[in-house]
T-cell receptor, first 113, second 114 residues
Framework: GDSVTQMEGPVTLSEEAFLTINCTYT??????LFWYVQYPGEGLQLLLK?????DKGSNKGFEATYRKETTSFHLEKGSVQVSDSAVYFC????????????FGKGTMLLVSP | DAGVIQSPRHEVTEMGQEVTLRCKPI?????LFWYRQTMMRGLELLIY????????DSGMPEDRFSAKMPNASFSTLKIQPSEPRDSAVYFC????????????FGQGTRLTVV
């Protein structure tokens, strides 16, 4: 079945550091890929998405590129802020008629001033 | 739209009691998911409805768990009897699969079974 593997956290960075959170996936067909973010005490919110190979999703300074050849969708940000501290989830949808989301286990990001 | 609405936000109950979690999806969304989140297992899909019909309930941990969606605007997840290991945050999410953009999540119900 479909699966998503994320790097384990927590990832601890200083403000303005460069961020990479790795995500790889296993899926049949041509999945859509997502990054969701969960702030403390809240539900998940979509951060960005890509629906086909070589697409780049971007939002709030975060970027991720859909790499079919390496089955990856790594999340990057050039300069993190304290307010970016949250848990980040990589997810895929297999795009079938009854699409469901398969999530990775999440990576906690802690940014210190 | 107010988004996906879950109730209650917090629930503390004694082992053996029945617990009912509620979800109101976004109007016009045709699919609804129930997820459970724990530190050990992360996010687990429990059950998935499409047009009010359960499509995949393979993630429901055992017979103590049941879910219903009597109409397009309401779903429940029931645990009877509850056990301490059911303690988790339960999320409901909805999506319009015909205009597939993103899944919208509720704020979750934090369940504690003592």
């Amino acid at each position: 079945g479909d699966s998503v593997t994320q790097m384990e956290g927590p990832v601890t960075l200083s403000e303005e550091a460069f961020l990479t959170i790795n995500c790889t996936y296993t899926a049949t067909g041509y999945p859509s890929l997502f990054w969701y973010v969960q702030y403390p005490g809240e539900g998940l919110q979509l951060l960005l998405k890509a629906t086909k190979a070589d697409d780049k999703g971007s939002n709030k300074g975060f970027e991720a590129t859909y790499r079919k050849e390496t089955t990856s969708f790594h999340l990057e940000k050039g300069s993190v802020q304290v307010s970016d501290s949250a848990v980040y989830f990589c997810a895929l949808s297999d795009g079938s008629g009854y699409s469901t989301l398969t999530f990775g286990k999440g990576t906690m990001l802690l940014v210190s001033p | 739209d107010a988004g996906v609405i879950q109730s209650p936000r917090h629930e503390v109950t004694e082992m053996g009691q029945e617990v009912t979690l509620r979800c109101k999806p976004i109007s016009g969304h045709n699919s609804l998911f129930w997820y459970r989140q724990t530190m050990m297992r992360g996010l687990e899909l429990l059950i998935y409805f499409n047009n009010n019909v359960p499509i995949d309930d393979s993630g429901m941990p055992e017979d103590r768990f049941s879910a219903k969606m009597p109409n397009a605007s309401f779903s429940t997840l029931k645990i009877q009897p509850s056990e301490p290991r059911d303690s988790a945050v339960y999320f409901c999410a909805s999506i319009n699969t015909g205009l597939y953009t993103e899944a919208f999540f509720g704020q979750g119900t934090r369940l504690t079974v003592v």
